[in-house]
């Protein structure tokens, strides 16, 4: 088994904190975080921390990627992303600390040739084997087409073991538009409806909702709710997990730990509720967690015992 992430448009994310700051005057920060970011290297990151081989793989701009280098050693994530050149995109992102509001900056990526995206495509064809996971995860960059995902779990769903893809928008409705679906996908709420233009209220709408897509093919939808927990439905069985109530550091990641947590279920082979129990357990340790980043393996052991499903 080798899991394979692709983050196609990763990010540097500065946080900075400022109190009660003014814009178009001079403001004193307080402290500034630079951490690296992606939805898919993320999910890397939270599996190679519970001990599984993975490897990261995407597009990387060649002029700063030392941080990327520095944490995935650190991490034990095999690092096999394919540089561009120029520089990885870097969003800011300024938390006022008096009121709690956080503004977002973010950057347009640096451009993918043909080049560049020959040699993903010739890397995947390569390294993906039956007992893969492949994984799929965030924004795509600006000369990327949308059906980029879609294409993807087209060629590699029926040659691995498990296809998972945590996208929003275009990407995300054009995954859900194609005639081969994902293994498994875990859109927020917000995504679900802005990709199914549904309202999506009651619980039973919501379950509705999710055998939809599994008739067409996903085997698992796990549809997360921020504070108000997740669903994972597959074509038999839902069942709701509640959230934990953690001291939140920061819920940046929340969703991709929740990916990474339901992965390690599947693999290993948990029935339905307990894949609830670690994908809960996994986001509330993330949230206890300024960087994204899991605790010791005995918080989450904890965690994960502390769960309610329904
Ligand atoms: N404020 C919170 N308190 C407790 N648990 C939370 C909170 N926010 C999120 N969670 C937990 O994290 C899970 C995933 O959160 P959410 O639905 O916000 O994901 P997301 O929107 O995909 O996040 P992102 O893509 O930013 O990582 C939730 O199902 C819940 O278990
Ligand atoms: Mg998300």
């Given at each position: 088994?080798?899991?394979?992430?692709?983050?196609?448009?990763?990010?540097?994310?500065?946080?900075?904190?400022?109190?009660?700051?003014?814009?178009?005057?001079?403001?004193?920060?307080?402290?500034?975080?630079?951490?690296?970011?992606?939805?898919?290297?993320?999910?890397?990151?939270?599996?190679?921390?519970?001990?599984?081989?993975?490897?990261?793989?995407?597009?990387?701009?060649?002029?700063?990627?030392?941080?990327?280098?520095?944490?995935?050693?650190?991490?034990?994530?095999?690092?096999?992303?394919?540089?561009?050149?120029?520089?990885?995109?870097?969003?800011?992102?300024?938390?006022?600390?008096?009121?709690?509001?956080?503004?977002?900056?973010?950057?347009?990526?640096?451009?993918?040739?043909?080049?560049?995206?020959?040699?993903?495509?010739?890397?995947?064809?390569?390294?993906?084997?039956?007992?893969?996971?492949?994984?799929?995860?965030?924004?795509?960059?600006?000369?990327?087409?949308?059906?980029?995902?879609?294409?993807?779990?087209?060629?590699?769903?029926?040659?691995?073991?498990?296809?998972?893809?945590?996208?929003?928008?275009?990407?995300?409705?054009?995954?859900?538009?194609?005639?081969?679906?994902?293994?498994?996908?875990?859109?927020?709420?917000?995504?679900?409806?802005q990709a199914t233009g549904k309202a999506?209220?009651?619980?039973?709408?919501?379950?509705?909702?999710?055998?939809?897509?599994?008739?067409?093919?996903?085997?698992?939808?796990?549809?997360?709710?921020?504070?108000?927990?997740?669903?994972?439905?597959?074509?038999?069985?839902?069942?709701?997990?509640?959230?934990?109530?953690?001291?939140?550091?920061?819920?940046?990641?929340?969703?991709?730990?929740?990916?990474?947590?339901?992965?390690?279920?599947?693999?290993?082979?948990?029935?339905?509720?307990?894949?609830?129990?670690?994908?809960?357990?996994?986001?509330?340790?993330?949230?206890?967690?300024?960087?994204?980043?899991?605790?010791?393996?005995?918080?989450?052991?904890?965690?994960?015992?502390?769960?309610?499903?329904?």
């Open positions: 088994m080798n899991i394979i992430t692709v983050t196609p448009n990763p990010a540097i994310d500065l946080t900075a904190r400022v109190a009660d700051w003014q814009r178009g005057s001079v403001n004193r920060g307080q402290s500034v975080v630079t951490t690296i970011g992606g939805k898919a290297l993320n999910v890397a990151i939270n599996l190679a921390q519970s001990g599984f081989p993975v490897e990261a793989t995407g597009w990387l701009g060649s002029d700063n990627d030392e941080l990327f280098k520095q944490r995935f050693a650190k991490e034990n994530v095999k690092d096999t992303f394919i540089r561009v050149a120029g520089e990885t995109r870097q969003n800011l992102k300024v938390v006022d600390t008096t009121t709690q509001e956080t503004t977002d900056f973010n950057m347009p990526s640096f451009d993918v040739d043909d080049k560049a995206i020959g040699k993903l495509s010739d890397y995947l064809a390569t390294s993906v084997q039956s007992s893969s996971i492949l994984v799929f995860g965030g924004s795509l960059p600006k000369t990327i087409g949308v059906n980029y995902y879609a294409d993807n779990v087209k060629a590699y769903r029926d040659k691995c073991q498990s296809v998972v893809v945590d996208t929003s928008g275009k990407a995300l409705s054009a995954v859900l538009q194609a005639e081969i679906l994902p293994s498994m996908i875990k859109p927020n709420i917000h995504e679900l409806r999506l209220i009651t619980d039973k709408e919501i379950i509705a909702e999710a055998r939809q897509w599994i008739a067409k093919g996903v085997e698992l939808l796990v549809i997360s709710m921020g504070s108000e927990g997740a669903w994972f439905v597959t074509a038999d069985k839902a069942v709701k997990a509640q959230p934990l109530s953690v001291k939140v550091a920061s819920t940046v990641g929340a969703g991709d730990a929740m990916v990474a947590g339901t992965i390690r279920g599947m693999i290993e082979q948990l029935d339905l509720a307990d894949i609830a129990k670690m994908g809960t357990a996994y986001s509330a340790a993330n949230i206890e967690n300024v960087a994204t980043g899991l605790p010791s393996q005995s918080r989450l052991q904890q965690f994960i015992s502390q769960v309610v499903v329904a």
